[in-house]
Each structure stands twice: as structure tokens, then as C-alpha cells.
């Protein structure tokens, strides 16, 4: 019996899941980009020392100065600020003086999120496996309730990051075992278009992020409130459940059985059969491999380094221009909300391409669409800025559209017996490039504006052209065994030679009744 006609493929039970994963998608990029708006670009003048006063205009314009210019025109660093506080109330930047030689700390909180992000991701993914996918979110919920909570009290820079890495430490664990728990729960002919549904719950956080800063511009109260908005997932308790394929990989067959019968009932099913009869139980007697075995094989160890490569890539262009929207030219809330409404109609024009075009296809294309954005706001004249932010959103809103495409085509271009480590080590190289995606914006500073952006476009247009040497998953079944793997570019060009062959055969035919 296969376990999703017993219980059903999408029903009630599987729809409350669904719900309570979304919101926890959206209220962690909540999370996840509110330091965009923690620490955003301030007015400062220099308090102390204080300027020299032939220099009748320093006492009242917010020039941000790190240097002071004395009576003898020699000059001194500044070591008290005040900041302009008429366009938001106090942050991290005002209450910890992170301008000058301590700017670069604000990248620096950034990439501290996406190292607890980094390590969340290997470590609770041990967990999960090993204790279950249950125990494993009631870890994470803690740890993230309690970091974000802790913050609040903060009494200096250090305690605060310490803190958000903590905060990155649970709430990633919740994000991606919620993920494969839905994944999990659903059944195979609706996994796709859930898959792409749970990640809207990004995109809706993105824009709901833009107006909850409009309103709460205190890093203190906003702090607050993020952290509240998590309590209500107490209430879930009795919604989320164990994996059913966990449970029956690791022999739980009582509470699986009230599991099922539970979920029978929720979606209007009759419960038959004996449960040891689920496909769930034979699939306990495939052979896990190792990556050992899939580096042995010379085809899909060279597909698994391309993959890292382009999750890298992508990770990287996605955290470099969503966490920038603040040097974007405009109204730094508009554009962050701008940033997240494009990812709308990107991932709606993503699952009409898959069906169309394919997904290597689609993925080259939209990093080579980047690559041409990133490389026109080169040329873009200094009084034109509106026409630099939209190139940028134009290049947001492609590289959302090949990250969210990975996952699906990692998970076709790889076996079933290395498909779970494969993701997960994708998933987790692609930190390092979100780890390294905040830097950009001091590499622009220490170098030339046009440095980041000109890395930006050469790394899509190396991702498009590397996308082209993978094969086409579109269609095709996905591979069991590391040889269906190895074989995986076989299988498809053999499968298009006799598609060829036989159209040609029909068009011969066809010509022939006609003479």
C-alpha cells in the first residue's frame, strides 16, 4: 500500500502543516533581514572632540565625519558621535557607535547570523535523524524563543551578536526541518507545487518586514516584537506531527498507527490493512551510500562540485543585494519593499518555465538575465539612480528565481540513496556564500562602488554558462541507485536520440502516403 492513498495526498491534516511552516517561513526572514533595518545607514556628526569652530557649519550639519580638523589644520579621530535620529529612532548603530572604524561590525552581525544558519543546518539535521523530526523543532523553538527574548537585554555589541547567532541557530533548525517535514507529509503529485508554495511564505515576510519597520523604528520595540510574534507557534503543538516516514524507518509502529489513524479520521479516510504492508517499510531496506561513494563516481562527483558552485553563487548575489536595499538609491523602505515584491511574480513565472522550458534552461536564463542587470548598472550615468535600483531589483528578482529552482533540481539530479546529503551539503556550502555575501558592501568601500556590482554580473554569467554543462531533469525519472545516477546524462540523451529517430521516422512516413 502506498501510505498517501490510506491517509490521502492533501487534505486537512497535511493543509495545517502546510499553514503552520509558511508563517514559520515568513516570520523568519522577519528575522533573518530585520538587522537591514537594526543597523541601517545613519546621519552622524562628530561630539567629541568637538570640531574646531572656524568651521561654523559643523555644529549643525550631519556630515559624517570620523575625523575632526583642528585650529593648527591637523586632524583627530572622533570618539563621540551624535546621529540624526529624524528619520528613525535609535538602533545598533546609535546605541553601540558603529560607524567609522566600527562599521564594518554591521556586516560582521550579518555574517554571524548565517554562521549559526551554517551550523544549525548539519547539526539539527544529525538531530532530526537520529531523534526525529519532533523533538528536534522543540530544540530549536527554544533556542530561538530564549536568544531572541536575551537580546533585548543586551548591554553591548558582543552580547548582541552572540545572541543573533543563536537566534540563526534555532530558528534555521525550525526552517529546514519544517521543510522536510511538509515534504514528508505530502503526497508525491502535490510535493512540487507545495514545495514552491511553502517558500511564498519568504516572500510574504519580505514585504510584511517593509511595514512593520514603517511603523516600529526602535531596534529595541522591533526587537520586541519579532520575538512575539514566535509565541503563538506554542499553540501548534497538537498540529505538528512526527514524520510517518521517520516513525517507520526507525520501527515506531504503534505510533505510527495512531498517527495514521488520526490523520484518516482528519481526512475523511477509512483506515485498512495492516500498516506493515506500507511502502513506508520497504523503503527501510534500501542501502544508504555515503558521499565517499558519489565522489567515486566521475560524472556525478563533477555535477555535485558544479552544484555547490552555483548554490554558492546564488546564495552569495541573494544575500548581497537583499541585505543592501539601504545603499540603494531612494527610499530605503521602498526599496526593501520593492525587493520582496518581486519575488512574487518570480516564482510564479519559475513554475510555468519548469513546465515549458525545463529547469536547466530556466536556471541559465535567469542568472544570465542577472549577469546583463548587474552589468548595465555599470554603464547607468550618476543622475540616473532610479534606473540603477531598478536594474538591481530586475537582478533580485532573477536570482530568486534560480535559488528557489535548486532545491527542486538538486533533488531530481542526484539518486535517492546520497539525495539527502547531497541537499544538505549544498545547502550548507551555500553559506559560506551568504557568509561572505555581507562583505561586499566593504569591499565596495575599500575598493570602487562598481567593484561589487561587476562581481556580482561576472559570478551570474559564470553561473549561466556552468548551468548549460548539467542535464535536463524535466520528465525524467529520478535516478535510485549512484549508477542510475552516473547514468543519469545517458538515460536523457538516448531518450531524445529516439525521439528524434522517431519523429523522423513519422515525417518519412508521412511524406511517403503522400506520394
Not at 492533501?10 to 495545517?16: E, H, I, N, S, V
Not at 514528508?184 to 508554495?197: D, L, S
Not at 479520521?265 to 542501502?287: H, M, S, T, V
Request: net charge neutral.
Amino acid at each position: 500500500m502506498e501510505f498517501f492513498d490510506v491517509v490521502g495526498s492533501f487534505g486537512p491534516w497535511q493543509r495545517r502543516v502546510f499553514v503552520v511552516f509558511w508563517f514559520v517561513n515568513m516570520l523568519g526572514i522577519f528575522q533573518n533581514f530585520s538587522i537591514t533595518f537594526l543597523a541601517p545607514n545613519m546621519d552622524f556628526r562628530c561630539v567629541e572632540p568637538a570640531p574646531w569652530q572656524g568651521n561654523s557649519s559643523a555644529d549643525f550639519v550631519f556630515d559624517a565625519r570620523c575625523e575632526v580638523l583642528q585650529e593648527d589644520n591637523t586632524t583627530i579621530k572622533c570618539t563621540r558621535w551624535e546621529y540624526d535620529l529624524s528619520e528613525t529612532s535609535e538602533t545598533i548603530v546609535s546605541k553601540w557607535d558603529l560607524v567609522c572604524d566600527q562599521e564594518w561590525l554591521i556586516s560582521l552581525t550579518k555574517s554571524v547570523y548565517m554562521v549559526g544558519f551554517l551550523l544549525s543546518v548539519s547539526f539539527f539535521g544529525l538531530v532530526s535523524d537520529c531523534l526525529g523530526r519532533f523533538p528536534a523543532l522543540v530544540m530549536c523553538y527554544v533556542i530561538n524563543i530564549f536568544s531572541m527574548f536575551g537580546s533585548l537585554l543586551s548591554t553591548s555589541y558582543i552580547m548582541f551578536i552572540v545572541l543573533r547567532f543563536f537566534q540563526a541557530f534555532g530558528r534555521a533548525g525550525i526552517t529546514t526541518i519544517g521543510y522536510v517535514l511538509v515534504m514528508e507529509t505530502v503526497g508525491p503529485k502535490h510535493r512540487a507545487e507545495v514545495g514552491i508554495a511553502v517558500q511564498l511564505g519568504w516572500s510574504t515576510g519580505f514585504v510584511g518586514l517593509a511595514a512593520v519597520v514603517w511603523f516600529i523604528r526602535d531596534w529595541f520595540w522591533l526587537q520586541l516584537f519579532l520575538s512575539c510574534t514566535f509565541l503563538p507557534f506554542l499553540l501548534t503543538y497538537n498540529i505538528v506531527p512526527e514524520s510517518p516516514r521517520w516513525l517507520a524507518m526507525h520501527g515506531k509502529t504503534e505510533r505510527l498507527e495512531k498517527l495514521m489513524t488520526k490523520v484518516a479520521a482528519l481526512n475523511g479516510k477509512e483506515l485498512k490493512g495492516d500498516i506493515r504492508d506500507l511502502d513506508l517499510f520497504k523503503d527501510k531496506k534500501e542501502k544508504t551510500e555515503t558521499l565517499w561513494g558519489l565522489l567515486k563516481k566521475p560524472k556525478m562527483r563533477n555535477r555535485f562540485l558544479k552544484m555547490i558552485y552555483l548554490w554558492m553563487v546564488n546564495a552569495f548575489l541573494y544575500y548581497g543585494v537583499s541585505y543592501n536595499t539601504n545603499d540603494l538609491a531612494g527610499n530605503p523602505y521602498l526599496n526593501f519593499f520593492v525587493a520582496g515584491v518581486v519575488e512574487f511574480p518570480c516564482r510564479g513565472l519559475v513554475f510555468l518555465s519548469i513546465k515549458w522550458w525545463g529547469r536547466r534552461p530556466t536556471i541559465s536564463c535567469f542568472m544570465g538575465v542577472c549577469s546583463a542587470a548587474f552589468g548595465a548598472m555599470l554603464l547607468v550615468p550618476q543622475g540616473v539612480p532610479w534606473l540603477s535600483t531598478t536594474l538591481a531589483m530586475v537582478g533580485k528578482f532573477c536570482v530568486t528565481g534560480s535559488f528557489s529552482l535548486l532545491y527542486l533540481y538538486t533533488t531530481e539530479a542526484f539518486p535517492t540513496v546520497v539525495r539527502n546529503i547531497v541537499l544538505g551539503s549544498c545547502s550548507m556550502c551555500a553559506r559560506f556564500g551568504s557568509i561572505l555575501a555581507p562583505f561586499s558592501r566593504e569591499l565596495g568601500r575599500a575598493t570602487h562602488p562598481f567593484v561589487p556590482i561587476a562581481l556580482y554580473a561576472v559570478l551570474s554569467l559564470s553561473g549561466s554558462l556552468l548551468t548549460l554543462l548539467l542535464p535536463e531533469t524535466r520528465g525524467q525519472d529520478m535516478p535510485d541507485s549512484l549508477q542510475d545516477g552516473e547514468d543519469l546524462g545517458k538515460v536523457i540523451e538516448k531518450k531524445e536520440q529516439d525521439r528524434t529517430t522517431s519523429n523522423a521516422k513519422q515525417s518519412s512516413t508521412e511524406m511517403d502516403s503522400q506520394l
